[in-house]
């Protein structure tokens, strides 16, 4: 059975940062890219950063420069530091794990909120 566990979300003052996590089992993690995703009331989800098997990333514009993935492969987890967090930023955020060929898996999401 696949599972995603999303951890780290919480209210932040604007400026402030939080560290999310995500911890995979049931799956050959090193295999997997892994990515987060968010999804903001009344809008679509969203790519916010990816990272792939190889340790390639990519990012959304709006979050270049103040968020950063990362992952560990010895502890099956990959993680989602913010920095510099804004208002817009406020979303329920998602972990995914795919490969190039089979189905995509998603946490259950963890809300970040950030005041001004």
């Known amino acids: 059975q696949v599972q995603l566990v999303e951890s780290g979300g919480g209210l932040v003052q604007a400026g402030g940062s939080l560290r999310l996590s995500c911890e995979a089992s049931?799956?050959?993690?090193?295999?997997?890219?892994m990515g987060w995703y968010r999804q903001a009331p009344g809008k679509e989800r969203e790519l916010v950063a990816s990272i792939t098997s190889a340790g390639t990333t990519n990012y959304a514009d709006s979050v270049k420069d103040r968020f950063t993935i990362s992952r560990d492969n010895a502890k099956s987890t990959v993680y989602l530091q913010m920095n510099s967090l804004k208002p817009e930023d406020t979303a329920v955020y998602y972990c995914n794990a795919h490969r190039r060929i089979g189905p995509n898996y998603w946490g259950q999401g963890t809300q970040v909120t950030v005041s001004s």
């Open positions: 049931g799956i050959i993690f090193t295999f997997n890219n």
